[in-house]
Structures are given as C-alpha cells and as structure tokens.
C-alpha cells in the first residue's frame, strides 16, 4: 500500500503548509507563529528538547489540539484559520487526511490486533467490514503481524505493538502520516523493525512529518530537518547540513548535549 501519487509536483500546492501558528495552556505559550510547508512525497523531522513544543504541532496538525491561531492548510482543498472557532465538519475533514502513531502506542487493550486496525476505516469512516479487514490482514502481512490478528496488546512486545501502530495508521489510508517519537519507548533492540519500516514507507513517497531523537534515522529519511526550542522553530534545512553544520548557536548546544550526554 502506497499513496496515490507519492511523487511531489511543482504544479500542486504543498500537501501541508502551516502559517502563524500558535498554542497557549493557560499563560505557558507552547508554540509561536510556527511556519512550515511538507511538499507530497517529503518527509519533515523535527528535533528539540522535551518541552520545547514538538509534541503540540503534531497533535495541531491532527486536529487533536486546538490552535489559538494561525492556519493549516492541507493540499490546496482543505484550510483552517484558527483566528475564529473553525466548525466541527472542517476539523473532521483535518483529521480525515492525516493519521498519528504515538509514542506509547495508544491500542485498544481490549481488543484484538485486528480490531484494533479495523476500529477507524469501519467505526468512523463506515467502510465495508469486509474490505477493512482484507486490507488490514494484507499490512499485517506485510510486518510480520498476520500471525498475532487474533492477539491482544498485552500479548504482544513493544516493537510489535509499535508496528500494529503504524499498520492502524496506514489502514486509514491518510494523506499524512504523524509520527511522535515512535521509538522512545522501546527496547534499543526493538527500534531497527520499527525504523525500517518507517523507512520503507518513506521510500514509497509517503508524506510524513516525525518527531524523533533518532539524529542518524532524520539524516538518512528525512528531507527537511526543523529543529524546534521554546515554541519557535530556530534553525531548518537540509538533514545532513544542519545536523553536521548548524547555524545557531541553540541548535549546536542541543547536539553537542544529544551526542555527547556525558
């Protein structure tokens, strides 16, 4: 399973373009006029320190948070400008182009791998069961999983449960792929399948912004790298420039600290 057309084209606007965003809980404002476009085809990865606002965006450009303002516009058909209240139908059709893997997973504990993968193409996009279920044995196959359709989280290890994440994601069939940090949370031996696989995905021209600390995985998948602090992009650009040669001062303290911690 790839996107319809993996490929970018300089006639067609960018998949995502983001402009002025910002996002305040309570007096902490998180993020600061954030600006970015992901032509189709592209991957973007963001790095910063925890707590720097990284986190936020995905779940803005999800619709699972509320932007106080600026806008997200996706593939030139769909924009938001969060300057008004936007109405429940635009942040429905937000989340209907774009699919998150979190962090810890976030499966159904009671129910089954296939269930889990099944839940948004039958439950809220009202597919037909039988096509959803094809379709999520076929990307179960293609992991490794097809053996564990009938198994429950808790009897899966964390790669696994990690790759039934991204076989949820996929299933739904989204324009936009959302990872956040999807390896933070494994075993060092378990992180290989995963990163492979995101790997592989982006390789077939899948969209894709990820959240990562995995400096070696952004140079070698992503096409753009955004280092996020304090709610405010500070440095972008191509992985192996900025991540071997930053500009700012913030951005060469934060690798400094990431490659040498001691």
């Known amino acids: 399973m790839s996107p319809t057309d993996p490929s970018p084209a300089k006639t067609q606007p960018p998949l995502l373009a983001v402009r002025g965003l910002r996002k305040s809980f309570g007096a902490?404002?998180?993020?600061?006029?954030?600006?970015?476009?992901v032509?189709?085809?592209?991957?973007l990865?963001?790095?910063?320190?925890?707590?720097?606002?990284?986190?936020?965006?995905?779940r803005c450009l999800n619709g699972l948070e509320l932007a106080d303002g600026g806008t997200i516009d996706?593939?030139?058909?769909?924009?938001?400008d969060f300057a008004q209240a936007p109405p429940k139908k635009r942040l429905s059709?937000?989340?209907?182009?774009?699919a998150m893997v979190f962090q810890h997973y976030n499966l159904f504990p009671h129910k089954t791998v296939l269930e889990n993968v099944i839940e948004g193409p039958v439950g809220v996009?009202?597919?037909?069961?039988?096509?959803?279920v094809a379709e999520a044995l076929a990307l179960l196959d293609r992991v490794g999983l097809g053996d564990k359709r009938d198994s429950y989280p808790f009897e899966l290890s964390g790669g696994q449960q990690q790759r039934v994440g991204i076989v949820r994601a996929l299933a739904l069939k989204p324009q936009l792929l959302?990872?956040?940090?999807?390896?933070?949370a494994l075993d060092p031996e378990l992180v290989g399948d995963v990163l492979r696989l995101i790997k592989e995905l982006a390789r077939e021209?899948?969209?894709?912004?990820i959240v990562t600390h995995e400096l070696e995985f952004a140079r070698e998948v992503a096409h753009e790298v955004a280092f996020v602090d304090g709610g405010v992009i500070v440095e972008r650009g191509d992985p192996k420039q900025l991540l071997r040669h930053p500009q700012h001062e913030r951005t060469k303290q934060f690798l400094h600290r990431l490659l040498f911690p001691f």
């Open 39 to 43: 032509d189709r085809g592209r991957v």
């Open 28 to 37: 902490n404002r998180v993020l600061d006029s954030i600006d970015l476009t």
């Open 74 to 80: 996706v593939a030139g058909e769909l924009s938001i």
């Open 93 to 98: 059709a937000l989340r209907d182009r774009s």
């Open 205 to 209: 021209g899948w969209t894709m912004v």
């Open 125 to 132: 996009q009202k597919r037909p069961r039988a096509d959803a």
């Open 45 to 58: 990865a963001l790095i910063g320190p925890s707590g720097s606002g990284k986190t936020t965006i995905l």
């Open 178 to 184: 959302l990872f956040d940090e999807p390896t933070s």
